[in-house]
């Protein structure tokens, strides 16, 4: 049998008498996506370690030596002095097999009560909280840079949009803070994600719990886990955690894309209204004019492939029956793309957007224009007695009027207001942008004096 083990090197080469073809080697292999989790594998390993010393399942001594073993290794790792191998599947394998090699027989202690099922588990959860922790840090950081820029412009005004169409005037900082809000929304969904990661798997085995009187509280207890997997096959299978932060990262890059299709039309010659910095634009090999916005537009396109992440992980969970099956490893590469993707993108941003300006006489002119104040005339009508419905009915048609002699509003002569209604005053009504935006001071209207209030409320609430 240790022959046997020798020649295929591998930690399972018991019951084999041959090796492995290389081809399965190659298709089998995990490392170069699972050894990101190396510091993880490291911790939970010293943890399991500990354990089986303090509980006698192994001697202190050789628990000892274990752990210092660990530890050696992970200063390798970190300083880039260890060896991977590629002929050993993964990062469990070469880390087991490393310390087996550094201490002796006694390394292959370590295995006892655990196996590569429960390991993987937790070291995924270890890692699907920290990063969750990152990702929140990083999507504060573009929370503040929207604020930033929002506080910045707060004179800005815009055209506000429905179906695409001119609507009624906004303010930008308005517009802004909606993104705040989405992310605000994004940050709880990560913090929800890490809550759902948060359970202990080691003591599971390979599914079916482990014949040692192990301290799987104790395990938890050193490595941050706030409650125990219950159900050892459970525990084993259950991707849940990385579903809740796929699903999260896939909403919140959709939140991003969305902002992006924003970027990318506002800085058109069409709309006009935000110039791109020239350290976020990239030019045309052909059209020397050409300012294009590749970050939002490659934003916008990666969401589709983050989307499809969710959508691959939870293709790879639905035919799985109990307990463990090596499709599970494909997790990963959803996670870590979908955490590097968003990560990346998250950052980009919070670069770029202080760095925007805004053409606010262009946004000021756009705002009135095409009969974007409409309803604020319709409100006048209701202010002086007439149901809303009705006034749209007269704002309508002196829409339709106006739209006929080629003005605007602000050209029409009493007298043709008159002629729609006796309701609107006898001086031609001469609304502007900014009465419509003070107008609209109900909560979580678009009014400087409500704007301004939610500007300082994420002033404090992001200073924390
Ligand atoms: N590399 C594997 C994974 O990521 C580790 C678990 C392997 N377990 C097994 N029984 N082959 O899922």
């Given at each position: 049998?240790?022959?046997?083990?020798?020649?295929?090197?591998?930690?399972?080469?018991?019951?084999?008498?041959?090796?492995?073809?290389?081809?399965?080697?190659?298709?089998?292999?995990s490392l170069p996506v699972d050894r990101r989790m190396w510091r993880e594998e490291i911790a939970a390993s010293i943890a399991h370690a500990r354990m089986l010393g303090r509980q006698r399942i192994i001697k202190r001594a050789e628990a000892?030596?274990?752990?210092?073993?660990?530890?050696?290794?992970?200063?390798?790792?970190?300083?880039?002095?260890?060896?991977?191998?590629?002929?050993?599947?993964?990062?469990?394998?070469?880390?087991?097999?490393?310390?087996?090699?550094?201490?002796?027989?006694?390394?292959?202690?370590?295995?006892?009560?655990?196996?590569?099922?429960?390991?993987?588990?937790?070291?995924?959860?270890?890692?699907?909280?920290?990063?969750?922790?990152?990702?929140?840090?990083?999507?504060?950081?573009?929370?503040?840079?929207?604020?930033?820029?929002?506080?910045?412009?707060?004179?800005?005004?815009?055209?506000?949009?429905?179906?695409?169409?001119?609507?009624?005037?906004?303010?930008?900082?308005?517009?802004?803070?909606?993104?705040?809000?989405?992310?605000?929304?994004?940050?709880?969904?990560?913090?929800?994600?890490?809550?759902?990661?948060?359970?202990?798997?080691?003591?599971?085995?390979?599914?079916?719990?482990?014949?040692?009187?192990?301290?799987?509280?104790?395990?938890?207890?050193?490595?941050?886990?706030?409650?125990?997997?219950?159900?050892?096959?459970?525990?084993?299978?259950?991707?849940?955690?990385?579903?809740?932060?796929?699903?999260?990262?896939?909403?919140?890059?959709?939140?991003?894309?969305?902002?992006a299709e924003e970027i990318v039309l506002w800085s058109t010659a069409e709309f006009g209204f935000l110039k791109l910095p020239d350290a976020f634009s990239t030019g045309s090999s052909i059209m020397p004019q050409k300012r294009n916005p590749?970050?939002?537009?490659?934003?916008?396109?990666?969401?589709?492939?983050?989307?499809?992440?969710?959508?691959?992980?939870?293709?790879?969970?639905?035919?799985?029956?109990?307990?463990?099956?090596?499709?599970?490893?494909?997790?990963k590469r959803a996670f870590f793309e979908a955490e590097d993707t968003l990560l990346e993108t998250l950052t980009v941003f919070a670069a770029m957007i202080p760095e925007f300006t805004f053409d606010e006489a262009r946004g000021r002119a756009?705002?009135?224009?095409?009969?974007?104040?409409?309803?604020?005339?319709?409100?006048?009508?209701?202010?002086?007695?007439?149901?809303?419905?009705?006034?749209?009915?007269?704002?309508?048609?002196?829409?339709?009027?106006?739209?006929?002699?080629?003005?605007?509003?602000?050209?029409?002569?009493?007298?043709?207001?008159?002629?729609?209604?006796?309701?609107?005053?006898?001086?031609?009504?001469?609304?502007?942008?900014?009465?419509?935006?003070?107008?609209?001071?109900?909560?979580?209207?678009?009014?400087?004096?409500?704007?301004?209030?939610?500007?300082?409320?994420?002033?404090?609430?992001?200073?924390?």
């Amino acid at each position: 049998m240790a022959k046997a083990q020798r020649r295929s090197g591998k930690t399972w080469g018991g019951r084999f008498q041959g090796k492995t073809h290389p081809l399965v080697d190659a298709y089998t292999l995990s490392l170069p996506v699972d050894r990101r989790m190396w510091r993880e594998e490291i911790a939970a390993s010293i943890a399991h370690a500990r354990m089986l010393g303090r509980q006698r399942i192994i001697k202190r001594a050789e628990a000892s030596a274990i752990i210092s073993g660990l530890r050696e290794i992970g200063r390798d790792i970190a300083n880039g002095k260890f060896r991977w191998r590629d002929d050993l599947e993964d990062i469990h394998t070469n880390i087991e097999a490393r310390l087996v090699q550094k201490i002796g027989a006694t390394g292959g202690k370590l295995h006892t009560a655990r196996s590569r099922n429960d390991q993987v588990a937790t070291d995924l959860r270890l890692y699907a909280m920290a990063a969750c922790d990152r990702i929140m840090e990083a999507a504060k950081r573009l929370q503040v840079a929207l604020l930033d820029l929002a506080d910045a412009n707060r004179r800005v005004v815009m055209p506000g949009y429905t179906h695409l169409q001119r609507a009624q005037p906004v303010l930008l900082a308005h517009h802004l803070l909606a993104y705040v809000e989405m992310i605000e929304r994004d940050i709880q969904r990560f913090a929800s994600a890490s809550d759902e990661a948060d359970a202990l798997p080691l003591g599971s085995g390979a599914l079916a719990g482990v014949p040692y009187p192990i301290d799987r509280d104790g395990v938890a207890k050193e490595l941050g886990f706030s409650r125990l997997c219950e159900n050892s096959l459970d525990a084993v299978s259950d991707r849940d955690f990385a579903v809740d932060f796929v699903a999260a990262a896939a909403l919140c890059m959709t939140h991003i894309s969305r902002l992006a299709e924003e970027i990318v039309l506002w800085s058109t010659a069409e709309f006009g209204f935000l110039k791109l910095p020239d350290a976020f634009s990239t030019g045309s090999s052909i059209m020397p004019q050409k300012r294009n916005p590749d970050v939002a537009e490659l934003a916008r396109g990666r969401t589709g492939h983050v989307q499809g992440l969710l959508q691959s992980l939870l293709a790879t969970l639905k035919g799985l029956p109990l307990a463990y099956n090596r499709d599970l490893q494909e997790d990963k590469r959803a996670f870590f793309e979908a955490e590097d993707t968003l990560l990346e993108t998250l950052t980009v941003f919070a670069a770029m957007i202080p760095e925007f300006t805004f053409d606010e006489a262009r946004g000021r002119a756009a705002s009135s224009a095409n009969y974007a104040l409409a309803t604020d005339y319709a409100d006048l009508l209701v202010r002086n007695g007439l149901p809303f419905r009705q006034a749209h009915e007269v704002v309508g048609k002196l829409v339709r009027y106006a739209e006929g002699q080629g003005k605007e509003f602000s050209d029409l002569t009493s007298q043709e207001f008159q002629r729609f209604s006796k309701l609107f005053p006898e001086d031609a009504p001469k609304l502007t942008v900014d009465d419509a935006l003070r107008a609209r001071s109900a909560r979580g209207g678009t009014a400087p004096r409500q704007v301004g209030a939610q500007l300082r409320k994420w002033r404090r609430q992001l200073q924390d």
